[in-house]
């Protein structure tokens, strides 16, 4: 069974860095682009960075050029490092395949970021 285990959130202040990771169980992983999505409270989830199986990233405007996604394939995980974090940065973060499979949704991270 395919789960996804996202850890790495927590607080810190405006300016400041995190890195989170996601670690994929079985086959599911070597096989799909990855991404990381974020919700925010009383927002939609949105998709904010995601890399293909050969490396090829992408990210939302909001969070280019202060963000990377990473994958070792070889461990089955993915990462995202967060720098000049943005109070508008906060947000539960998650992991998932890109397009998202729904039944893989995990417990996701919290990230807040204060001013």
């Known amino acids: 069974q395919v789960q996804l285990v996202e850890s790495g959130g927590g607080l810190v202040q405006t300016g400041g860095s995190l890195r989170l990771s996601c670690a994929a169980s079985?086959?599911?992983?070597?096989?799909?682009?990855m991404g990381w999505y974020r919700q925010a409270p009383g927002a939609q989830r949105e998709l904010v960075a995601q890399?293909?199986?050969?490396?090829?990233?992408n990210y939302a405007d909001s969070v280019k050029g202060r963000f990377t996604i990473s994958r070792n394939n070889a461990k089955n995980t993915v990462y995202l490092q967060m720098n000049s974090l943005k109070p508008e940065d906060t947000a539960v973060y998650y992991c998932?395949?890109?397009?998202?499979?729904?039944?893989?949704w995990g417990q996701g991270t919290q990230v807040t970021v204060s001013s």
């Open positions: 890399i293909t199986i050969d490396g090829n990233t």
């Open positions: 998932n395949a890109v397009p998202f499979v729904h039944r893989y």
């Open positions: 079985g086959r599911f992983f070597g096989f799909n682009a």
